[in-house]
């Protein structure tokens, strides 16, 4: 940040956070104008692992989270920005240290870092940036969505927060259907809703925007008899076309991953 000498020192101290993208930038906030590195990085969650060392509880502070915001790509690089904000969606364990160890150093020597792929910092963080790259790519194959009172629904359990990253995918694809995609393992989910307005004497679809909304667990209601008939054709259809003769599990399992299956109709009585 602007003016500031990084002259940071570890600690033995960790930092607890609200869990949210600004709650972490006030973690790097804190890090810098304390000068310290501290032990850890943790969330304020139920599961959040006990520690003996100090604890220090980091506030949200909007002010603070913008001027880190702005000051990684004015001070580092753009990809240095956008970097930090794909990592800290995904599931790498310690990747708010890890990311803050990144930044303190990038603050010193700048955006060219990044080019250095090697290098022990950088180098976790593309791992993880390409994992969640990955699984997004994947999902936007791999949901499957069912016809539940008029709308499609669908359950998703991946290992980093996708949504963010399909949810463009989807609301382009479906933009004149009413859906919602359940993340359950990031308690989550992607609505999408089209809503009708009265313009003059005519009635005009106004494709609404997708939004990510937190959310604990959901109940679906039961699918409709229609629905349920559609699906029982489609898993006979994916039945139906497989060659008994060129069954290969193990290149199945490399294109379509094993933990997808249970929330994939035709595949996952298999598990």
Not at 208 to 214: A, M, S, T, V
Request: hydrophobic share 40%; charged share 30%; aromatic share 10%.
């Amino acid at each position: 940040m602007p003016g500031h000498e990084f002259l940071i020192k570890p600690a033995d101290v960790v930092y607890v956070y609200d869990g949210s993208f600004p709650g972490f930038l006030c973690c790097v906030h804190e890090s810098v104008y304390a000068s310290e590195l501290p032990f850890d990085i943790f969330p304020d969650t139920d599961d959040a692992p006990l520690s003996l060392m100090d604890v220090k509880y980091i506030e949200t502070d909007d002010d603070k989270a913008r001027r880190v915001h702005a000051s990684i790509p004015a001070k580092i690089s753009k990809r240095a920005a956008e970097l930090t904000r794909t990592v800290f969606l995904s599931c790498m364990k310690q990747k708010e240290l890890r990311l803050l160890e990144f930044l303190l150093r990038a603050y010193r020597e700048g955006g060219a870092m990044l080019n250095n792929f090697g290098d022990a910092i950088i180098s976790p963080l593309l791992k993880a940036e390409k994992h969640l790259l990955g699984e997004a790519h994947l999902l936007k194959g791999f949901v499957r969505f069912a016809d539940v009172g008029g709308g499609l629904v669908a359950t998703i359990t991946p290992k980093n927060y996708i949504l963010p990253f399909i949810s463009g995918h989807f609301t382009s694809r479906f933009r004149d259907e009413d859906f919602m995609i359940f993340d359950k393992t990031n308690r989550a989910a992607l609505v999408h809703q089209r809503n009708p307005q009265r313009i003059g004497d005519s009635l005009e679809w106004v494709h609404g925007k997708g939004e990510i909304i937190r959310i604990d667990s959901i109940e679906f209601p039961e699918v409709s008899e229609q629905e349920a008939k559609y699906q029982s054709l489609w898993k006979r259809f994916y039945d139906t076309v497989a060659i008994e003769g060129r069954e290969n599990p193990r290149c199945r399992m490399t294109h379509m991953p094993r933990r997808y299956w249970e929330n994939m109709l035709e595949v996952k009585d298999s598990l």
